[in-house]
């Protein structure tokens, strides 16, 4: 099978970025937060566009940043494919807000969500997420390998069990799926700490394709100092 036969119908993204970045403790919410004089969203956004078949772009932003031209006026790429609208209290509120968004829109057969604190996530990224759900996965996310053992411990610190470090990825953004799965995983009302997870817990089959280490999400202000020593 080539590439191009496994090309799915379009593709829709959902970039989350109605965090308020608490640990990042910055003055501005997360995605606004400039690196290099642009915004994280603005880099995130750039990154997403590049990806095979996309049709549609969601941005899910804090209230005060719904204004396109506010967006554009800080670096956000817009067109006539882009959808802002604002998110909810939880990173699920806003996931459940942007799929609303795309729900109106029959074109779209996968549908991919990223962080925007993922902001320099390469292309190639999507592409190998969407190929995956293309291929017939219900769900792909980008996954590592995990350097460190992991310990299982109880409430006061004692070890109850280490984790195959083998069998063990840590999991990153886009997750991409069917679009259908997604809805309904969502429909479910459940909160999870990824989409994947939700997916899962429907009964949907979800693989893990390779990551990239430049898809780390920004947490603290030492990761921005990563991202900055990425960028140059
Ligand atoms: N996010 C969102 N809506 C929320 C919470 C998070 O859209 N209510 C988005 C963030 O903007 C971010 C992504 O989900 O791009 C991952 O969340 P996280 O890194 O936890 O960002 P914040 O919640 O903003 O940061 P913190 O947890 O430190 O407050
Ligand atoms: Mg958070």
């Known amino acids: 099978m080539t590439d191009a036969d496994a090309a799915p119908g379009g593709v829709g993204v959902v970039v989350v970025a109605a ?5 990042l403790g910055a003055e501005v919410p997360k995605a606004f937060v400039q690196l290099r004089g642009r915004t994280l969203l603005s880099y995130a956004v750039e990154r997403a566009r590049g990806t095979r078949g996309l049709v549609a772009v969601v941005l899910v932003v804090p209230e005060d940043y719904a204004d396109p031209s506010r967006l554009t006026d800080l670096g956000v790429p817009l067109g006539p494919d882009t959808v802002i609208v604002v998110g909810g209290a939880e990173r699920t509120d806003s996931v ?25 996530t390469p292309p190639t990224v999507f592409d ?5 759900v293309a291929a017939g996965a219900d769900g792909a996310v980008p996954g590592l390998a995990v350097i460190d053992t992991i310990k299982v411990v109880d409430s006061v610190g004692g070890v109850t069990g280490t984790l195959q470090r083998a069998s063990l990825r840590a999991v990153q953004t886009p997750q991409g799926f069917r679009a259908e799965v997604l809805r ?7 909160q999870a700490t990824d989409d ?20 780390f999400k920004v947490t603290t202000a030492e990761d921005l100092e990563r991202a900055l020593a990425a960028l140059t």
Do not use: K, M, Q
């Not at 459940?96 to 320099?120: S, T, Y």
């Open 96 to 120: 459940r807000a942007g799929l609303a968004a795309l729900a109106v829109d029959p074109r779209i057969e996968v549908v991919l969500v990223h962080d925007a604190a993922r902001c320099l």
């Open 19 to 23: 965090g308020s970045g608490s640990r």
């Open 196 to 215: 994947a997870a939700l997916v899962e817990r429907a009964g949907g089959n979800v693989i893990v394709v390779d990551g990239d280490p430049l898809a």
């Open 128 to 132: 190998r997420v969407v190929a995956a």
């Open 184 to 190: 309904t995983a969502y429909a479910s009302g459940h």
